[in-house]
């Protein structure tokens, strides 16, 4: 009698390789299938415009904001909203909306990134050693001042380096969608530096 068993094994390998090949076959042709949505549909992660987080920006710890115009060390003489170094106080001008604070914020913050929020000389006022700090450094030489039209809230990013800080900040922390769109690199060097 014949021995079947050899044509039987090989029979029995040959079904199973097809086998095998046809769902390699399914496998690949599920994922092309799934490539084009994939290209076409990036996920929401990778783009979403986010700002950042307000309470989370280092200030004076005793930092005062009033909105009354005054401010101890100049009293109410002065007509604009400023950050007065001397009494780490934020002065706005009354009627002022929440973007003026924000941006007085910034100016504060700048103060803690000169000394922590220490005193400063009278003629450091304007905080213009921030420009010799790391955060002042850092900003200078990645964003500068945007030559860009800047309309929102009539932020004068364009005066100085000091004012652009503050334009990208109350921006990032306001409206990082209209940040991102005006000005690119200020808002990738607000994601890396800014909370
Ligand atoms: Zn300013």
């Known amino acids: 009698m014949r021995d079947f068993k050899p044509l039987l094994t090989a029979s029995v390998f040959l079904v199973a390789m097809l086998g095998f090949l ?4 399914w496998g690949a042709m599920e994922t092309l299938k799934s490539l084009p949505e994939q290209f076409e549909h990036p996920t929401p992660a990778s783009t979403a415009i ?6 989370a920006l280092s200030v004076p710890s005793n930092l005062a904001v009033r909105h009354d115009g005054c401010s101890p060390t100049r009293g109410c003489a002065v007509r604009t909203n400023y950050y007065d170094a ?6 706005l001008q009354p009627g002022e909306g929440y973007a003026k604070e924000v941006h007085e914020r910034l100016h504060a913050h700048q103060h803690m990134s000169i000394n922590g929020g220490e005193s400063v000389a009278l003629s450091d006022y304007d905080l213009g050693s921030w420009y010799e700090s790391s955060e002042g450094q ?8 945007p030559n860009i039209l800047w309309s929102s809230d009539n932020c004068p990013a364009d005066q100085n380096g000091i004012e652009a800080f503050a334009c990208v ?5 306001n409206d990082p969608t209209t ?3 005006i000005c690119e690199p200020c808002y990738r060097w607000a994601g890396k530096n800014l909370p």
Do not use: C, K
């Open 50 to 55: 986010t700002g950042g987080n307000l309470a």
């Open 179 to 181: 940040l991102n769109n």
């Open 169 to 173: 900040g109350q921006l990032w922390y």
């Open 22 to 25: 046809l769902l390699l076959m």
């Open 138 to 145: 850092s900003f200078m030489a990645e964003v500068g001042v």
């Open 86 to 91: 001397g009494s780490r106080t934020i002065v």
